[in-house]
Nanobody
Framework: QVQLVESGGGLVQAGGSLRLSCAAS????????MGWHRQAPGNQRELVTD???????RYAGSVKGRFTISRDNAKSTVYLQMNDLKPEDTAVYYC?????????WGQGTQVTVSS
């Protein structure tokens, strides 16, 4: 059974930092990419960032320079370091894991940034 366990969300003031983690288990196929999406109330879910097994990254323009994704392939874990957080970063953040067969989603973790 595939499980994605997310942690690290919470409430922070604008300008602060948070670090999200997501540990994947039960995935038997090679993981091609791991990443983070987010969904704010009234908005569509959007890609924040992802990273391939080879380390290639991409970022949404709104977070470039503030957020950093990293992964530990041996632990099947992906991290999201979020710095200089803004109120518009408030959303539920979802971890994703993509294999050759499917994309798996975590349950989501709330990030709230107060002004």
């Amino acid at each position: 059974q595939v499980q994605l366990v997310e942690s690290g969300g919470g409430l922070v003031q604008a300008g602060g930092s948070l670090r999200l983690s997501c540990a994947a288990s039960g995935i038997i196929f090679k993981i091609n990419a791991m990443g983070w999406h987010r969904q704010a109330p009234g908005n569509q879910r959007e890609l924040v960032t992802d990273i391939t097994s080879g380390g290639t990254t991409r970022y949404a323009g709104s977070v470039k320079g503030r957020f950093t994704i990293s992964r530990d392939n041996a632990k099947s874990t992906v991290y999201l370091q979020m710095n200089d957080l803004k109120p518009e970063d408030t959303a539920v953040y979802y971890c994703t894991v993509t294999t050759s067969l499917s994309t798996y989603w975590g349950q989501g973790t709330q990030v709230t940034v107060s002004s």
